[in-house]
């Protein structure tokens, strides 16, 4: 065997070890990862990400609350497969996702007795702190944080069952909606994006969005809260319309002259 052929034997072994070692210990870095940024405990049983093509394959993801919670469960997730354009940000200064399917089994929207909610406290962890001798500074204006740009141009989203437990009262108020969400979009840049007529319709259904507006925090949140609300609003308004103008017609009939 010539010495270059040994070379390559040589240098394909170093790459499947490189592999294998990347798939063996990806899960466990990412895992660490997460719990040190947002104090949520992470579990993953299948994690690959090839960092040439994009792909990224999650499989049995569950993130638990951390102490403090009267209960662990937060997000259950089936299975997340994406295609990510990995140059997207140098090149348009955003992230770009060609496709990625989202099947979640279970979402556990919980509240505290002191009022705080897991998905508050998850969503502030990635907001941006300030560093303490920007506090002690003077107040200067400064121009406001630009938010962080994403374009996902698929997205297919399941989401099986949402459970609603608000600890803040007297007793335990515990609610669970199996939604059986089904929706695929595209172009998303906005989680606003998601509140499509069919979704607002099942949550309606439902009677969600008083849940919603006090335990999921944010622009999202409220817009969710507002939507659902106002359609059903918005329905209560036709049904009365339609009333008062039956009203009127009978009240037109008996206030005719009798032949």
Request: no cysteine.
């Amino acid at each position: 065997m010539s010495m270059l052929a040994k070379l390559g034997l040589f240098l394909a072994g170093v790459f499947a070890l490189v592999a294998l070692a990347w798939m063996i210990f990806l899960p466990a870095v990412v895992e660490h990862e997460l719990r040190s940024v947002t104090g949520f405990d992470f579990h993953v049983s299948v994690l690959t990400a090839n960092p040439f093509t994009g792909r990224v394959v999650v499989k049995g993801l569950a993130a638990n609350n951390p102490a403090g919670y009267p209960k662990p469960e937060f997000v259950q997730l089936r299975e997340l497969n994406a295609e990510v354009e990995v140059f997207s940000w140098l090149v348009h200064r955003r992230y770009e996702v060609d496709n990625l399917d989202l099947n979640i089994e279970t979402i556990v929207l919980m509240r505290r007795h002191d009022g705080k909610t897991n998905a508050g406290d998850f969503m502030a962890a990635f907001k941006p702190h300030e560093p303490l001798a920007a506090l002690a500074a003077p107040a200067v204006p400064a121009t406001p944080a630009q938010p962080t740009r994403y374009l996902l141009k698929r997205l297919h989203l399941s989401l099986g069952k949402l459970v609603v437990a608000d600890y803040s009262g007297s007793k335990l108020d515990e609610k669970s909606y199996n939604l059986h969400i089904d929706q695929t979009y595209t172009n998303v840049t906005s989680a606003r994006q998601l509140l499509v007529p069919d979704v607002l319709q099942r949550l309606r259904t439902f009677g969600l969005h008083h849940d919603i507006a006090r335990l999921l925090p944010g622009d999202f949140g409220k817009a969710l809260a507002g939507a659902v609300g106002g359609a059903t609003q918005g329905v209560h308004e036709v049904m009365k319309k339609t009333g008062e103008t039956i009203k009127g017609m009978f009240d037109k009939l008996e206030q005719s002259p009798k032949q």
